[in-house]
C-alpha cells in the first residue's frame, strides 16, 4: 500500500535530519581529534584507518538488512573467526580458491540455522545468535588447536595487504559490498519486503509476503558478509587466531544503531551506516594515538552503545509524535 504524501514527506525529513545528526557527529569528532592530535589528519593514519575499518564495514552492511527486518546477529564476531580459521587450515592443504570458497559457505549455513530456529521456534535471535556465537568460537579453537596459523600464500595475502591508488584494497571492497547492499534494499522487490517485515510483521504476511523466509534469508547474508570479512581480515594480517574478531558484533550493532537503523526493526538506511562505522573507528584510533590505556577502549564502546541506543529511543518518540 503506498503511503501519502504527508507521510512521505514526514518520513523524508525525519530521515535527513537522522542523516544531518550523524554527519554533525561526525564533522565534530573530525574536528576536535585533529586539534588535539597532529598527526590524526596524516595520511599515514588515515590510510592505516580504513584498512583497519574494513572488516566492520563489511560486517555491518549485512547486520544492517538483518535490523531492518526486525532481528540481530550477535554470532558474526565468532564466525569471521571461524570462516578466517578454516580458511587458513585448508588454504596449506587444497589452495587459495578452493579453500575460500568452502570457508565462505560456513556463514550462510550458520544463518539459515540461526533463522530457522529464530522463526519456526519462535525464540528471540538474540538469545539464538548467543548459542551460536559460542559454538563457533569453539570450533574455531578446534580447527586452529589454539595456534596461531600463518605461512599464508602471499598472493592471497596481497588481497589484504596491498593498495589501489594508495588507498587499501579491503577499504574499496568494503565500499562495493555497500553499493551492493544499497541496490539490495534500495531497488529490488527483495529489499522493500524486508522494510515491510521489520516495520510490521502481521500487516506483511497478509500482504502476502512470507515473512519467515524474508528473515532466514537475512541471516544468511548477514552470515554471509561475517565470512567475507573473516577472509579478509585473514588476508590483510597474514594470520590467524581463533580468539580473533571477539566482541566485534557489538561494535558493528553499535555502528548500524548510530548510522539511523532501528532496533524495533522497519526502519534504516544502509549508506548512513557507514557513517557509524567510521565514528566509532575514529574514537579508537584517537585513543591508541592519545596513548590512553588500551582497557579503556572497551568502556568508550560500551558507552557509545548505550548512547546509541539512546538515540534511537528518543529518535522513535519524536518519530511517533
Not at 22 to 49: D, E, G, K, Q, T
Not at 82 to 94: D, E, F, Y
Not at 176 to 194: H, I, S, Y
Request: hydrophobic fraction near 60%; aromatic fraction near 8%; charge should be positive.
Amino acid at each position: 500500500m503506498m503511503m501519502s504524501d504527508p507521510t512521505r514527506r514526514r518520513e523524508l525529513l525525519l530521515q535527513s535530519y537522522g542523516l544531518l545528526q550523524a554527519l554533525a557527529v561526525l564533522a565534530v569528532l573530525v574536528v576536535v581529534m585533529s586539534i588535539l592530535s597532529p598527526r590524526f589528519l596524516s595520511w599515514i593514519n588515515i590510510s592505516n584507518l580504513m584498512g583497519q575499518m574494513a572488516v566492520n564495514l563489511i560486517v555491518a552492511a549485512g547486520m544492517t538488512i538483518v535490523m531492518i527486518s526486525g532481528e540481530f546477529d550477535i554470532s558474526v564476531g565468532s564466525v569471521v573467526a571461524l570462516a578466517a580459521a578454516v580458511s587458513a587450515a585448508l588454504m596449506q592443504q587444497m589452495g587459495v580458491v578452493p579453500a575460500v570458497l568452502l570457508s565462505l559457505m560456513i556463514g550462510p549455513a550458520i544463518g539459515f540455522f540461526n533463522g530457522v530456529i529464530t522463526t519456526k521456534g519462535r525464540i528471540p535471535s538474540f538469545i539464538v545468535t548467543l548459542g551460536t556465537l559460542m559454538m563457533a568460537r569453539s570450533l574455531a579453537f578446534v580447527v586452529t588447536g589454539g595456534q596461531v596459523i600463518s605461512n599464508l600464500p602471499d598472493e592471497f595475502k596481497a588481497i589484504g595487504q596491498g593498495r589501489l591508488f594508495n588507498v587499501p584494497i579491503p577499504f574499496l571492497i568494503a565500499l562495493l559490498c555497500f553499493a551492493v547492499g544499497w541496490f539490495v534494499l534500495a531497488r529490488t522487490a527483495f529489499g522493500k519486503r524486508v522494510y515491510a517485515v521489520g516495520a510490521n510483521r502481521m500487516v506483511a504476511t497478509l500482504s502476502g509476503i512470507h515473512a519467515d523466509r524474508v528473515k532466514i534469508q537475512c541471516m544468511m547474508i548477514v552470515g554471509f558478509t561475517a565470512a567475507f570479512a573473516g577472509n579478509i581480515l585473514l588476508a590483510r594480517i597474514g594470520a590467524i587466531q581463533a580468539d580473533t574478531a571477539r566482541g566485534l558484533e557489538f561494535e558493528v550493532i553499535a555502528a548500524v544503531v548510530i548510522g539511523g537503523t532501528s532496533l524495533y526493526g522497519g526502519q534504516g538506511n544502509i549508506l548512513r551506516t557507514i557513517i557509524g562505522v567510521i565514528i566509532i573507528a575514529l574514537i579508537r584510533n584517537f585513543l591508541n594515538l592519545s596513548r590512553i590505556d588500551i582497557f579503556w577502549q572497551d568502556f568508550a564502546t560500551g558507552a557509545i552503545i548505550i548512547a546509541a541506543v539512546l538515540l534511537d529511543a528518543l529518535q522513535k518518540r519524536v518519530g511517533q509524535r
